[in-house]
């Protein structure tokens, strides 16, 4: 009897050295199939960025509006259906009857952007060669004081231009961001977000041939 | 004719390697997953150059919908540690005359969306079971003038966090009086900076183009 259950055992042994023992793994496969398609729909993979933006305090009543030179102003007046209109300087009381016309750029790079840099040059130029710098290994700085120097020169330039960006009613969010983004871009010291005047309302209708609206009016 | 014999073994793929690669990919997947959060209202954001992240905790987040509906977030879903949200609630109820229990504010608490609902439709809100009863309150949050629960929350949030960032989430083609009204309300309560979330969009700007 000892002798027959030894035969088994050697028989047992030889077959496990045939055959590699194969474990099914399909279900697996399936599983992990599973579980790779629910965490690739449900990741958030670009975290979304964010861009800062302060805003002035509110004026106060009766406090005098600041003052700046109306050669160095540009408007950019953001109209509807993505168009986007700009002038130089003011408009002066006694021409609301004779309202400058606008120029009609758009978003992309050789329109609004090209605007910006012209008038911009300068400015430009300066952060584009310090960051030049920075790239190349000719100054070696933390971050923050790579963003430290680029607000100095911002600061101390008196020849780019002073922005103000205007919404008309009927133009959208992503206007506002993508005309706050490019002030980023061309490196622009001197921008703000301000309400539009009747008579800038009444300009872009006019441009954009859309009839004017009620606030137009008085 | 003499039979072909077919081998009766059933044909094995070694899915070995198949079965590592996939592991290393769901352990990965599984890591670096932060869940991406089910939004009330589709939401597409502008683009920047901006390379900021947005910040994880001390925010509140306002959703500027395409239909002129506001959301309100805190912290990005679900409460951190901070446990501000009830809090938060609760303030809003009192200012109201609506009373939360325990259980309210801990629905609350765990809420991991966004929420546009009316103050009075709170209850019913966090009562409701399924996410399409809940998508009937979701009438954004009011903020005319002669109603302005936006400004209280904005109030109640910065009084209970005073650390809270202002973070703007519109969708692009969102209209522009919706978001200047909701810019005048933050600066009524003198909040003067923002953070508006977009996405990343490279920008190359070249010097020799200006030259020209």
Request: net charge neutral.
């Amino acid at each position: 009897m000892a002798e027959i259950i030894q035969e088994e055992k050697g028989e047992g042994k030889k077959k496990a050295k045939k055959h590699a023992p194969h474990i099914d793994m399909t279900p697996m496969v399936d599983l992990m199939c599973l579980l790779i398609t629910f965490f690739m729909l449900t990741t958030a993979f670009n975290k979304p960025k964010i861009m800062e933006i302060i805003l002035p305090e509110p004026q106060k009543e009766n406090a005098p509006a600041p003052r700046i030179s109306a050669s160095r102003t540009l408007n950019i007046v953001l109209g509807p259906d993505n168009k986007i209109f700009t002038y130089p300087g003011t408009v002066k009381p006694e021409d609301y009857n004779n309202l400058p016309p606008l120029t009609e750029t758009d978003y992309s790079a050789t329109g609004i952007r090209q605007v910006l840099l012209e008038r911009n040059v300068t400015l430009a130029k300066k952060i584009k060669d310090f960051e030049n710098e920075v790239l190349t290994g000719k100054l070696v700085l933390t971050p923050d004081s790579v963003r430290g120097s680029i607000a100095k020169l911002k600061k101390v330039d008196d020849t780019g231009p002073i922005v103000l960006i205007k919404a008309y009613k009927k133009s959208n969010y992503g206007n506002v961001v993508d005309i706050l983004d490019e002030m980023n871009i061309c490196g622009i010291a001197i921008y703000m977000l301000v309400d539009i005047t009747w008579y800038e309302e009444k300009m872009v209708e006019t441009a954009s041939g859309i009839a004017p609206s009620a606030t137009a009016l008085n | 004719m003499p039979k072909i014999k077919l081998p009766t073994k059933s044909p094995h793929i070694d899915m070995t390697p198949m079965v590592d690669l996939f592991s290393v990919v769901l352990t990965f997947l599984m890591l670096t997953a932060t869940m991406r959060q089910t939004e009330p209202a589709p939401v597409e954001t502008p683009t920047s150059i901006s390379e900021k992240p947005t910040p994880d905790f001390n925010t509140m987040t306002l959703i500027l919908s395409k239909d002129d509906r506001v959301f309100l977030n805190f912290d990005n879903g679900s409460d951190t540690a901070y446990k501000f949200r009830p809090k938060i609630l609760a303030e809003m109820g009192k200012r109201y005359g609506v009373e939360f229990n325990e259980a309210e504010l801990r629905q609350f608490e765990k809420y991991p969306s966004p929420m546009g609902v009316p103050i009075l439709k709170m209850k019913e809100f966090l009562a409701a079971k399924s996410v399409k009863e809940k998508s009937v309150f979701e009438t954004g949050i009011p903020i005319d003038s002669t109603d302005n629960q936006l400004a209280m929350w904005i109030l109640y949030t910065r009084q209970i966090n005073p650390n809270v960032q202002a973070c703007i989430k519109g969708d692009s083609e969102t209209g522009y009086p919706i978001v200047k009204e909701v810019l005048g309300i933050l600066q009524d309560y003198k909040v003067n900076r923002f953070n508006l979330i977009t996405n990343l969009e490279a920008v190359k700007v070249n010097i020799e183009e200006i030259k020209k």
